[in-house]
């Protein structure tokens, strides 16, 4: 038994375990090139995504307003289906303000506060059979307070 390796001979395994290292290596120095190569998003681009995400609020704030006037009169449900809808069209604008709350607190917390009082106002109107005047007025009320958080026309 020889206490010496052969000159030349390389084993498979160790050649395995350089690649695997060479390739670890080589994702990490391209991941971290990458990142420190890529453009820090604006102020004015994080507030575009705001109100991307923000669409289906103002839509369906929008649109609970529409529904509503031809479901309710009187206090009472003469459309099922449009009430249905227009329920729909209140809990969809409510969940997208509550996944957007932190983003929205970002920008102003009062502000935020008052959309979400807002669209909590109209889909309490819109539970309790409100006359569609005041639905109307709750909607428009909840849309301002909308564009003026996010500065959206």
Do not use: C, H, N, W
């Not at 160790?14 to 690649?19: D, E, F, K, N, R």
């Not at 209140?90 to 969940?95: I, L, N, S």
């Amino acid at each position: 038994m020889s206490l010496y390796r052969q000159a030349g001979r390389t084993s498979g395994r160790t050649l395995a375990i350089a690649a695997v290292v060479a390739l670890v290596v080589g994702l990490a120095a391209g991941f971290a090139l990458g990142r420190a190569t890529a453009p820090d998003p604006t102020l004015a681009d994080k507030v575009a995504d705001l109100r991307a995400k923000l669409g289906p609020a103002r839509e369906g704030i929008e649109l609970s307003a529409t529904e509503y006037a031809q479901a309710v009169r009187g206090g009472r449900v003469v459309a099922p289906t449009e009430y249905s809808a227009a329920q729909a069209d209140v809990k969809r604008a409510a969940d997208a303000v509550a996944a957007s709350r932190a983003d929205l607190r970002a920008l102003d917390r009062a502000r935020a506060a008052s959309i979400e009082q807002s669209v909590a106002a109209l889909r309490g109107a819109v539970s309790r059979r409100t006359d569609p005047a005041t639905v109307r007025r709750l909607a428009i009320a909840a849309s301002a307070a909308l564009r003026g958080a996010t500065g959206a026309g």
